[in-house]
C-alpha cells in the first residue's frame, strides 16, 4: 500500500455522481480510504435528488418528509460527507426522477436528462478546473443502471475530461486543467454478487442475492460486460461505506439487502472496490490496485 508522504504534493480525486446517495453506495470505501491516506477527495453530485422514492419503509407515507425532500436530501448528504471525509459541491440540476411502465412517461420538463449536454458539461469543465483533479471517477455508458440522470452523469463527465484541458473549449469556465485518468465505478457486478452469493451459502447463511442473480442471468445480454482494470483493497472501510449509506435515511432500507451480507464475510469474499480504467494520460500497467497508479509518479 503507498501512502502519500507529507512532503509530496497532495493528490486530487474527483467523484462525479447524479444523485445523493450514489456516492456512499458507489466508491464510497475507496474515497474513505483515500481520504485516511491524505487524499483531498471532491464529490460532485449533479442533481439535487428531489424526485428519489422513499425507499426506507419505516419512513415512507410520512407528508412532512415529502413535503420537504429537498430540504431532507440536503441534510442526510451534509452528514454522508462528513462521515466519508468528503468536501461536496452540487452542480445544480434537477433529478429527472426514474421513468417507470410501458410506455414510459415523458421526462419532468427542466429536468437534468432534459438540459443539453453542453449545459452539463460546462458546469463540471468549471469544477474540474477549479478543484484540478488527477483522477476523476464516473459511471460507464449505461450509467450503471438505466437512470436518466446516471447516464447523463457519464455523458457529461467524459465530455468534461476531454474539455478540461483544451483553453479554447469552455474559455470562461477557467484556467485549463487536464486530469490524468478517469475511471468507470463497477460496484455492482454480478461476479461481485455471485462470490457473496456463494459465500453466504458456504456458511451455511440465507442468500439476499438469489432473485438477483437469476434476473441477472435471464437478461445477461442486456447488461454490459464491465472490464475490470483496477481493484482497491477497502475491506476495513467497510463500516464507513454502510454508514454513510446510511445516513441517507430516506433513500436506504436498513434492513435491505445492501446490508444482508456480514462485513466478516465481505471481507474475505469480496475486499475490493473495483473499476474499469477509461481514459489515461500516464503509464501504469492494468490491472492495478490503486487509483494514483502511474500517476503518483507523475505527480511528485
Ligand atoms: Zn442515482
Known sequence: MVFVSSDSPRLRLMAVHAHPDDESSKGAATMARYVDEGVDVLVVTCTGGERGSILNPALQGRADIEANIAQIREDEMA???????????????????????????????GCFALQPVEAGTERLVREIREFRPHVVTTYDERGGYPHPDHIRCHEISVAAFDAAGDPDLFPDAGEPWQPLKLY?????SPERFTALHEAMLAKGLESPYEERRKLWEESREKFRVPNVTTKVNVADWFERRDAALLAHATQVDPEGWFFKVPLAIQREAWPTEDFELARSLVDSETPEDDLFAGVRERVA
Open 79 to 109: 452528514r454522508a460527507r462528513e462521515i466519508l471525509g468528503v468536501r461536496q459541491h452540487w452542480l445544480g440540476f434537477v433529478d429527472s426522477g426514474l421513468p417507470e411502465g410501458d410506455p414510459l412517461p415523458p421526462l419532468p420538463e
Open 184 to 188: 468507470y465505478d463497477v460496484g455492482f
